[in-house]
């Protein structure tokens, strides 16, 4: 019952690194997705996927990348990390069908990596 | 366009007491509506979700919520406060027109006095 597993759970960086935060499934959920939160925030989402070889930018996308060659994993890449990136980040995984359109689209979220950039 | 607004940033209750957290949307679509609960470094559970089938909804934990679309609210409630439902609660608005994606609110911190 693995479910969304994140790693790392925690992680400083410099300005200017660049690091690769991990994220997989193993429901077999088509939907994936990339949110951070802010303190005293609701998430916002900064990319998502609706199956592998397919990302799409969402609300934040400035700063990150992502890439999605399986359907398990989603991993999001921080190429040249700036202060105003710290946050904590949440990846969350979906099963979405076309044409069952009710019952659908509930999102499963890992525990979340914790990032300060310094 | 779709938004969520949660009324209250922080609610303060006394354990055995009810709960009443308020929330309203705005949507061009149909909405799909969740309730989110985020315990202290956690992440987010699923309390109950409305997607049309019936107003009143019944989640995890003794929490229901019921839509009201001439109010454009969807207030989640528990008759009697536990201790451990103190936690980060989350109102989300979703429509598979936009491809499902959530909108959340700004979050409402729960807190349960003994």
């Known amino acids: 019952n693995a479910g969304v597993t994140q790693t790392p759970k925690f992680r400083i960086l410099k300005i200017g690194q660049s690091m690769t935060l991990q994220c997989t499934q193993d429901m077999n959920h088509n939907y994936m997705y990339w949110y951070r939160q802010d303190p005293g925030m609701g998430l916002k989402l900064i990319y998502y996927s609706v199956g592998a070889g397919i990302t799409d930018k969402g609300e934040v996308p400035n700063g990150y990348n992502v890439s999605r060659s399986t359907t398990e994993d989603f991993p999001l890449r921080l190429e040249l990390a700036a202060p105003s990136q710290t946050s904590v980040y949440f990846c969350?995984?979906?099963?979405?069908?076309?044409?069952?359109?009710?019952?659908?689209?509930?999102?499963?979220f890992g525990a979340g990596t914790r990032l300060s950039v310094l | 366009a779709q938004s969520v607004t949660q009324l209250d940033s922080h609610v303060s209750v006394s354990e055995g007491t009810p709960v009443l957290l308020r929330c309203n949307y705005s949507s061009s679509y149909s909405p799909s509506l969740f309730w989110y609960v985020q315990h202290p470094n956690k992440g987010l559970q699923l309390l109950l979700k409305y997607t049309s089938a019936a107003t009143l909804v019944k989640g995890i934990n003794g929490f229901e919520a019921e839509f009201k679309k001439s109010e454009t609210s969807f207030h989640l409630t528990k008759p009697s406060a536990h201790m451990s439902d103190a936690a980060e609660y989350f109102c989300?608005?979703?429509?598979?027109?936009?491809?499902?994606?959530?909108?959340f609110g700004q979050g409402t911190e729960l807190s349960v006095k003994p």
């Open positions: 989300v608005v979703s429509s598979f027109n936009q491809g499902g994606k959530l909108i």
């Open positions: 969350a995984s979906s099963y979405s069908n076309p044409v069952t359109v009710f019952d659908e689209n509930i999102q499963y």
